[in-house]
């Protein structure tokens, strides 16, 4: 069985193609066809001016017809197309989305923050790590999501708005701050050995950057290093230092900040990085409808003619 998971993120959208795959022991693995990332960033135009302009709309509705055509090449059985931060915040999100479902068939769900957070919660990163206590960080374009797993329980989950495109443009509310770090300071208040789990684009090339071997933590201390090192420099000279792609060097900085707020008032001194993101967590998701057989029971799950 072949799925298919979009995410419509403020800063990029992404295909993610999985084939669900049974081992002879019986064990389900989900194997990886194919990822797209289109840097549409939508964030830029709603954080500005609350609304999707004409030049991004058009581009998100010509990357949905390529989404398309392309689920329809691998013979997708299954798909869930969801948009987040950007997408909830603007005026004519709805109109756009009934464009996009007239020209490629593709049905866009504007999802919550607390949905988005238990999308990267449904990776269930933490039973590798064997821990009891776990905060998920998830830093996106217009949103960070942070979401802690106790005793295989998902105890607390809360979406902020505060992310990276938000932040290059000044469009961060100080109460934000505030509140996100009064959450971390609760979240850490009775927890003796929380560890972290940091997942999206950004800290996934910090995490290479830091050359930490796979399923090995990545040392705060780095992060403050490169911290410094990336507000000392403009977009141009991290581009050219780092061979970063221009859509990556602006938001990085503002991603390191973010982390390092976290992992500074939860007092976690490493995070971990799996390869996770929305898109795996919707193919399980997915993947888990199926198996249930109750695909019927909501309107989440759509499949393609």
Same mark, same amino acid.
Not at 86 to 99: F, P, S, T, V, W
Not at 203 to 232: A, C, R, V, W
């Given at each position: ?55 991004? @709309? ?120 505030? @509140? ?7 979240? @850490? ?117």
């Amino acid at each position: 069985m072949i799925l298919a998971a979009i995410d419509i993120g403020s800063n990029a959208a992404r295909l993610l193609i999985k084939e669900v795959v049974k081992s002879p022991s019986g064990e389900i693995n989900f194997v990886k066809l194919n990822l797209l990332r289109i840097p549409l960033r939508l964030g830029i135009d709603v954080f500005k001016s609350g609304k999707i302009g004409h030049v991004r @709309a058009k581009m998100l509705i010509d990357t949905m017809k390529v989404f398309s055509d392309l689920m329809n090449i691998y013979e997708v059985k299954s798909y869930r197309a969801c948009a987040t931060s950007a997408m909830r915040d603007a005026k004519n999100g709805d109109e756009i989305r009934e464009y996009v479902l007239e020209t490629s068939e593709i049905h866009i769900e504007i999802i919550s923050g607390d949905e988005e957070a238990s999308l990267i919660y449904e990776n269930h990163a933490e039973k590798s790590l064997k821990t009891d206590e776990a905060l998920y960080i998830d830093v996106g374009g217009g949103s960070t999501e942070l979401m802690l797993f106790n005793n295989s329980k998902l105890e607390y989950q809360k979406s902020f708005n505060i992310g990276t495109i938000r932040a290059i443009n000044n469009k961060i509310n100080p109460d934000e701050w505030s @509140a996100m770090e009064e959450a971390c300071k609760e979240i @850490a208040s009775n927890k003796k050995h929380l560890i972290a789990i940091g997942s999206g684009g950004n800290i996934n090339k910090l995490f290479s950057m830091s050359k930490t071997k796979d399923g090995n933590p990545m040392p705060k201390d780095f992060l403050h290093d490169m911290e410094k090192i990336f507000n000392s420099m403009t977009v141009a000279e991290r581009m050219e230092k780092f061979d970063f792609r221009e859509d990556r060097a602006d938001v990085i900085l503002p991603a390191t900040q973010i982390f390092n707020k976290v992992l500074d008032w939860t007092g976690i001194t490493e995070v971990y990085v799996p390869k996770i993101s929305v898109a795996d967590g919707l193919i399980k998701s997915l993947y888990l409808n199926h198996r249930k057989k109750n695909n019927a029971a909501g309107s989440s799950t759509s499949t393609l003619k």
